[in-house]
């Protein structure tokens, strides 16, 4: 098994990293490594006394770890065959540095095109727990704008950023999510209980895209947002149209909500998942101008 030095520097470790590992490691931290490791090398997946066995570590200790891990949702357990697998929320954590870093990269042509296309200022969002985060921005061409600063933070119930991309999510991730989450009023148009949101999330779900009227602290704002997915069709970010509701008012969304699946649809093509049809688009946009009028 390599050790985790190794495996950070990708090279062997010289006598005095190796000598301030052993000074400083934490055996039971370690032990949760390897499990992870074995995990991962075992895609069919290992019992509690496979693992115990094949890492040579006391079952009692191999059950706490394995507790612990399956309460956070770190791995999963196959109630009729007992086997361990990692569960996606893991591999949601590498995946998501992977696809960070491609996602900026590749998201910027797509963010301008759209930000010419409608001339309102374009936001990539992704999120951390249960805050969403602004990674990247392409400004309005209007003098009357919106500009934040990549980096800052917003609630994921009064957004449509935050929306798009916990409708997308796994359904056992997105309600340990919103078992945690705060809905703290931000406007007169804030959704503020659970149940209310959920059928927000459906609305989401089912017509491929998430609006914000009003909702955050940012009075007489709109927004217009679309998943980002990656290959395997988590939703990594969301693309997010941002303007003044004098200059995107309710009965515009359907038609900015086009454009901005259209481009978020693309970008997602980018990252490895199969690109939505136009009609899936068209359609989608035309249920909620059903439901407008």
């Known amino acids: 098994m390599v050790s985790l030095m190794k495996l950070t520097k990708n090279k ?60 956070h949702k770190y791995i999963q357990r196959n109630e009729t065959t007992g086997k361990i697998t990692l569960s996606r929320k893991i591999l949601a954590l590498g995946n998501s540095t992977i696809c960070q870093y491609n996602m900026n990269e590749e998201a910027l042509p797509f963010m301008r095109s759209l930000r ?53 999510m796994p359904e056992p991730e997105r309600e340990n999510i919103l078992a945690q989450m705060p809905f703290p009023r931000r406007s007169p148009t804030t959704i503020t209980n659970r149940k209310e949101f ?16 009003a909702e955050g602290i940012v009075v007489g704002l709109h927004c217009v947002s679309a998943p980002v997915l990656d290959q395997s069709g988590y939703p990594v970010g969301a693309l997010t149209i941002t303007a003044p509701s004098v200059r995107m008012p309710v009965k515009d969304f359907p038609k900015v909500a086009i454009s901005v699946m259209n481009h978020a649809s693309q970008l997602s093509s980018k990252l490895g998942y199969k690109i939505l049809t136009d009609l899936q688009i068209h359609k989608g946009a035309n249920q909620h101008e059903t439901r407008i009028h």
């Not at 309005?140 to 997308?168: M, N, Q, W, Y």
């Open 116 to 168: 010419d296309e409608t001339g309102e200022t374009v936001q990539l969002n992704t999120h951390i727990g249960c805050e969403g985060v602004v990674l990247e921005q392409v400004p309005s061409t209007h003098e009357i704008r919106i500009v934040v600063d990549p980096g800052t933070r917003f609630g994921l119930h009064c957004s449509a950023p935050g929306k798009a991309i916990l409708a997308f």
């Open 12 to 71: 062997p470790a010289t006598e005095a990293e190796e000598s301030v590992y052993k000074r400083y490691k934490v055996p039971s931290l370690e032990r949760v490594l390897l499990i992870l490791e074995t995990l991962a090398a075992t895609p069919h997946g290992l019992t509690l006394m496979e693992i115990a066995g094949k890492l040579k570590i006391p079952k009692a200790g191999a059950f706490r770890i394995i507790t612990t891990l399956l309460h």
């Open 198 to 213: 959920r059928e927000e999330l459906a609305r989401a779900r089912e017509i491929g895209f998430a609006v914000d009227r």
